[in-house]
T-cell receptor, first 112, second 115 residues
Framework: GNSVTQMEGPVTLSEEAFLTINCTYT??????LFWYVQYPGEGLQLLLK?????DKGSNKGFEATYRKETTSFHLEKGSVQVSDSAVYFC???????????FGKGTKLTVNP | GAGVSQSPSNKVTEKGKDVELRCDPI?????LYWYRQSLGQGLEFLIY????????KSGLPSDRFSAERTGGSVSTLTIQRTQQEDSAVYLC?????????????FGPGTRLTVL
C-alpha cells in the first residue's frame, strides 16, 4: 500500500542554520504530496503542497520539490528561526483515496 | 471564519465504558475525516465522509469503533467498550470537496485517556 517515510527526529539546530527533512513515498500512480506542521499546543496545519511531478511547494520560507524519479519530497529552509520549532509531517493522498497517509513526524527544535 | 471544532478537548474514561467524540466541520465543507494520533502509531486515518455517507472506513481498527455524520455537517465518533490501547488524540479534519488536491483543515483534537 501507499506509505511515507521521513527522517526520524528529533532535529536540533541553531537559529539561521539550514534545514533539510527528508521524505520519501511509495505509491501506485501519482499522489499529491504535503507537508503539515504542528506547533506546540496547536493543531495540524498545512505548510505546503505539490500535486504533480516537478512542482515546488513553498510557504514561510520553506520549500519542497516533488521528485518522481526519486519518489521524494524533501523539506528545506535556508535559515530557520526559533519560531519554526514544531513537529513536521510529510503526507500523501492519491486520486480515488482521499485519506492522508502520514509519515511518523520529525520534531524540530531551533535554539537561539 | 470558524475553523473545525471538536469536543470535548479532553476525555478521561474507565476501561469498558463507551465514549462519544464530536466534530463540527467548517461550514460548507462536504468532506470530513477522522484520524488518530498516538505515540506508537503516529497519525492514522480512521474514516472519511462525503456528505453523510462513508465511502472509506478502512481505518477503523475494530467493530468497537463507529462514526456517523448527520445533515452533512456534525460527525460523532463512538468507541464502545474502550480499551487502554484506544488512548490517543482523535483528530477531525474537513475539506471543501473530497479530493486528493484539496487541503484538509484540522481541528484541535480530543485527547482520550482510558484508565
Amino acid at each position: 500500500g501507499n506509505s511515507v517515510t521521513q527522517m526520524e527526529g528529533p532535529v536540533t539546530l541553531s537559529e539561521e542554520a539550514f534545514l533539510t527533512i527528508n521524505c520519501t513515498y511509495t505509491a501506485t500512480g501519482y499522489p499529491s504530496l504535503f507537508w503539515y506542521v504542528q506547533y506546540p499546543g496547536e493543531g495540524l496545519q498545512l505548510l505546503l503542497k505539490a500535486t504533480k511531478a516537478d512542482d515546488k511547494g513553498s510557504n514561510k520560507g520553506f520549500e519542497a520539490t516533488y521528485r518522481k524519479e526519486t519518489t521524494s519530497f524533501h523539506l528545506e529552509k535556508g535559515s530557520v528561526q526559533v519560531s519554526d520549532s514544531a513537529v513536521y509531517f510529510c503526507a500523501q493522498t492519491q486520486g480515488g483515496s482521499e485519506k492522508l497517509v502520514f509519515g511518523k513526524g520529525t520534531k524540530l527544535t531551533v535554539n537561539p | 471564519g470558524a475553523g473545525v471544532s471538536q469536543s470535548p478537548s479532553n476525555k478521561v474514561t474507565e476501561k469498558g465504558k463507551d465514549v462519544e467524540l464530536r466534530c463540527d466541520p467548517i461550514s460548507g465543507h462536504t468532506a470530513l475525516y477522522w484520524y488518530r494520533q498516538s505515540l506508537g502509531q503516529g497519525l492514522e486515518f480512521l474514516i472519511y465522509f462525503q456528505g453523510n455517507s462513508a465511502p472509506d472506513k478502512s481505518g477503523l481498527p475494530s467493530d468497537r469503533f463507529s462514526a456517523e455524520r448527520t445533515g452533512g455537517s456534525v460527525s460523532t465518533l463512538t468507541i464502545q467498550r474502550t480499551q487502554q490501547e484506544d488512548s490517543a488524540v482523535y483528530l477531525c479534519a474537513s475539506s471543501l470537496l473530497g479530493s486528493s488536491y484539496n487541503e484538509q483543515f484540522f481541528g484541535p483534537g480530543t485527547r482520550l485517556t482510558v484508565l
